[in-house]
């Protein structure tokens, strides 16, 4: 792959935000999604998903806690209003109040150098969030290709965070060399946690009490029925979120999807793929069709928990 200098910062015009807030914004948000938000502090993020009574993926969030009583959630805009009026279905009772705050928001992403330049420990793990003054808080993510990453969320019309542009087409990039797959309308409903690695990258807690789909997700931990996982890969053609993933000796029958995909900057395509696990020994990997783009697995960035 082409040496890449993956460094600046980039509006994330992509991303929206949910406002959760109230005394019981993390209580009501700790029975709904995979995350414990309960035990939520001022220094921490979470990776959370929202499922479906079957277990299946309709979100996936980052989320903070700015303050005692609010909860920021960050989640992909395509599926923010549908995600919101599903979410707040459910308040019923709870001292909670959900609202789209994107537009009370500035998003972006930094990466490399950019990190140190806003006084972040490039060397912080993932999850970590940390306050810069009152307003802005900065979460560590997990890195692309060993170069540090974050997310800055500060209120709209604060100073954007200082380093050189980076192309939001990198950006995109990162995001999928990240291994981390950000939910969106082509895939809702289409995978389990653990099918994108959830449970592996710190985005399901199997201690917290009941939530949507809790069951499944467990079932499918504990009792060894989970036969998908994703992977990273790389395509010498466009791939597109929503594809079929098809393996060597079956023409008819898919054996995966795309979770993620991105242009890459040596001009071919990167892409999260979940399948199943017995196609990695099958080989010929083609996304769309039996004769589409070539798939070229790659190491994941992070071990997957059986491995741990």
Not at 72 to 100: E, G, H, N, P, Q
Not at 233 to 250: L, R, W, Y
């Amino acid at each position: 792959m082409t040496t890449v200098v993956l460094n600046g910062v980039t509006a994330l015009s992509h991303l929206g935000v949910i406002r959760a807030e109230g005394p019981d914004a993390a209580s009501f948000l700790h029975g709904q999604l995979t995350q414990d938000f309960s035990l939520l502090g001022a220094s921490d993020a979470r990776l959370a998903a929202l499922c479906t009574a079957k277990g299946r993926v309709i979100a996936s969030f980052i989320g903070i806690k700015p303050q005692p009583d609010l909860i920021l959630l960050v989640c992909s805009r395509d599926i923010l209003a549908v995600t919101l009026k599903r979410l707040s279905m459910y308040v019923l009772r709870a001292k909670a109040k959900l609202t789209d705050a994107t537009e009370q928001y500035a998003l972006y992403g930094l990466a490399g150098t950019a990190l140190t330049a806003n006084g972040l420990d490039a060397a912080a793990a993932p999850g970590k969030r940390t306050a810069i003054g009152d307003e802005v808080s900065a979460v560590s993510l997990y890195p692309a290709d060993g170069v540090p990453r974050a997310l800055w969320i500060a209120p709209a019309g604060h100073a954007a965070p200082a380093g050189p542009t980076l192309d939001d087409n990198l950006w995109q990039w990162s995001e999928v060399r990240s291994g981390i797959v950000t939910l969106t309308t082509p895939v809702i409903e289409a995978f389990v946690p653990q099918m994108i690695n959830y449970e592996s990258v710190g985005g399901v807690n199997f201690k917290k009490g009941c939530y949507p789909g809790q069951e499944v997700v467990a079932r499918s931990q504990f009792r060894g029925t989970l036969k998908r996982r994703t992977y990273l890969v790389q395509a010498d053609a466009p791939v597109s979120v929503g594809q079929e993933v098809f393996a060597a000796g079956d023409a008819e029958q898919p054996v995966g999807t795309v979770a993620q995909a991105a242009p890459a900057p040596d001009g071919g395509w990167s892409a999260l793929i979940s399948m199943q696990i017995a196609a990695l020994e099958a080989g010929g990997l083609r996304a769309g069709a039996a004769d589409g783009p070539a798939l070229t697995v790659e190491p994941l960035p992070y071990p997957l928990l059986e491995d741990i």
